[in-house]
Nanobody, 126 residues
Framework: QVQLVESGGGLVQAGDSLRLSCAAS????????MGWFRQAPGKEREFVAA????????YYDDSVKGRFTISRDNAVNTVYLQMNSLKSEDTAVYYC???????????????????WGQGTQVTVSS
């Protein structure tokens, strides 16, 4: 099972940018379908973005479309989430997730992914 470690979270002001990174262990990273989820206090974990094994297909929740960009570098076993024009409602713990299955849907749930990181806090002050 792949091990995932997120980094890059922090406290920023509305309108600022952050880039999250998720480093994966193992030599088969390029076979994993990767995703980002987030969970705000008192709310359920929600889908943010996902990317196919090759990086050729990306998927976003409507709430982040046009502001967030997911990408991956299989050479260094890392997936990224570039977050621009941050809003206070983006405040949450962000989780990286991996699946050995390949998907082609626009949206996902936690059940679609079998491996998770520990999360990184993103706080956006207004």
């Amino acid at each position: 099972q792949v091990q995932l470690v997120e980094s890059g979270g922090g406290l920023v002001q509305a309108g600022d940018s952050l880039r999250l990174s998720c480093a994966a262990s193992g030599r088969t990273f390029n076979y994993y379908f990767m995703g980002w989820f987030r969970q705000a206090p008192g709310k359920e974990r929600e889908f943010v973005a996902a990317i196919s094994w090759s990086g050729g297909s990306v998927y976003y929740d409507d709430s982040v479309k046009g502001r967030f960009t997911i990408s991956r570098d299989n050479a260094v076993n890392t997936v990224y989430l570039q977050m621009n024009s941050l809003k206070s409602e983006d405040t949450a713990v962000y989780y990286c997730a991996a699946s050995t299955r390949q998907y082609y849907r626009q949206t996902y749930t936690s059940a679609d992914f079998g491996s998770w990181g520990q999360g990184t806090q993103v706080t956006v002050s207004s």
